[in-house]
């Protein structure tokens, strides 16, 4: 069902975003995020369109979470990819064409996520926002956001070592290894579930899993995407999605077999986004000589906070 918005009656949706939006979708999303780096003084930025490879995989894992609204012509006006891992849900990409801004499409897209992962079953809905971005936290704020930790983004230098992959294992294997992965998962934190971003990330290429194992079975893993995230690009960083380890001390050798993993696809370093509520993790990978690259603010809606491993370490990307 489509409803059109508030005072801007022209536009409707939600829609379901295809595969074959890609390339209007990735127009609104660089004219809006250049738009919002001019209103922050920086004039002289372009952001740059995404790969596409990037937007299948954000619409395939997404499915019915991936929406667009669209103007009277029936282009793109705005859109918003909400994800569910199990329990865990939360938005991005989401972007309003500058022209409809500060129409109420940008309140509207944000509620519609919201309602559609609480309809799923999501304990947790949140977001990302720049730190310095203070109009968009406000914003985030009233429709009943609250900020939460840094999401901090280190990065390591290629290096060598053996490396452990999904892409390396028997079909057979593999599927057990998924299987391994989302037990550990679920035992750090029940309800949360990253299957889906195992199996696409294999289905679609775009890079691999490295599997940690012990004498009990897997006791880590880290999904990380190989491609070039900005279309036309060459390789630079290998980009980590999504990973756990049983117990602290796990997180180093799960790393150096990440930055073995960089090496080996060819890029320059690895980089993981880090959450601020895991002290331990920034400790170990600042001591392993991670250099700072960027920060993000998490959000959150009241009542449905992010949940933290009480043992061991579980990194989610709430990007693509």
């Known amino acids: 069902m489509t409803t059109s918005i508030g005072t801007t009656r022209a536009i409707t949706g939600p829609h379901p975003m295809r595969v074959t939006d890609i390339d209007a979708v990735n127009r609104v999303f660089a004219d809006a995020f250049t738009e919002r780096y001019r209103r922050d003084g920086m004039v002289g930025v372009r952001v740059p369109q995404l790969n596409p490879a990037i937007w299948r995989y954000a619409i395939e894992g997404a499915r019915a979470g991936a929406m667009v609204w669209r103007d009277p012509a029936g282009e793109v006006a705005a859109f918003n990819v909400a994800h569910r891992s199990g329990t865990e849900g939360w938005m ?21 996520g919201a309602a559609w992962l609480l309809a799923e079953g999501a304990t947790t809905v949140g977001l990302e926002t720049m730190p310095r971005t203070v109009d968009n936290i406000g914003f985030y704020a009233s429709l009943g956001f609250v900020p939460g930790p840094l999401t901090i983004t280190l990065t390591l230098d290629a290096a060598d070592a053996p490396v452990d992959t999904l892409g390396a ?13 989302r037990d550990l998962v679920s035992r750090l934190i029940p309800g949360r579930d990253f299957t889906r971003e195992l199996q696409l990330t294999q289905e679609l290429g775009l890079g691999d899993t490295c599997i940690l194992r012990g004498p009990q079975g897997v006791r880590g893993f880290a999904v990380y995407h190989a491609v070039p995230l900005v279309e036309g690009r060459a390789r630079e960083e290998l980009r980590v999605l999504k990973l756990a380890v049983e117990h602290d001390a796990d997180l180093v050798p799960l790393m150096v077999m990440v930055a ?35 920060t993000d603010l998490r959000m959150t809606l009241r009542g449905y906070p992010e949940v933290v491993a009480r043992s061991g370490i579980v990194f989610s990307n709430w990007e693509i």
């Open 260 to 294: 073995s993993a960089a090496r080996r696809a060819g890029t320059q370093r690895a980089a993981v986004r880090v959450q601020s509520g895991y002290q331990v993790a920034w400790d170990t990978l600042v001591g392993l000589g991670a250099r700072v690259r960027w």
């Open 92 to 112: 991005g990409p989401l972007a309003v064409r500058p022209e409809w801004q500060g129409s109420g499409v940008g309140k509207a897209i944000v509620q519609a």
């Open 169 to 181: 294992m028997r079909p057979a294997d593999r599927e057990d290894a998924i299987a391994a992965c």
